[in-house]
């Protein structure tokens, strides 16, 4: 995700259109991979794209709210990594479980520093 973040195209003005590894070239993972992981982010509308089939390659226009807030709760390596092993611990790793482990962790950290929340 946070090498969408960082393309200069997914303003919401352009779209760009690519095989999943030509759009995630600094990822070293292969095409099939990537692609499958851009389809779970499509389904989690973290990103406004679409997937086609015929041709393999992903059409992207933007990051959604959600898809900036996913990027901004694990931007963090150590809370990413706490949230992806208590997911695990768990046995519910899905990136949306993950997502609210992190949400979980910054929020107790919040509390650490400021006191409580207000609901």
Known sequence: MLALERSPNLNGRANIMGHASELLPSIERNDDELAYHLMLILEEKWLVGVY????????????????????????????????????????????????????????????????????
């Open 52 to 119: 086609v089939r015929i041709s393999g390659q992903f059409l992207l226009e933007r990051l959604t709210k959600d898809g900036h807030d996913f990027i901004d709760a694990t931007r963090d390596r150590g809370i990413w990594d706490k949230a992806k092993s208590r997911a695990s611990d768990a046995g519910g790793a899905t990136l949306g479980f993950v997502w609210e482990i992190a949400k979980t962790l910054i929020r107790n950290e919040i509390t650490k520093h400021i006191g409580p929340l207000l609901p």
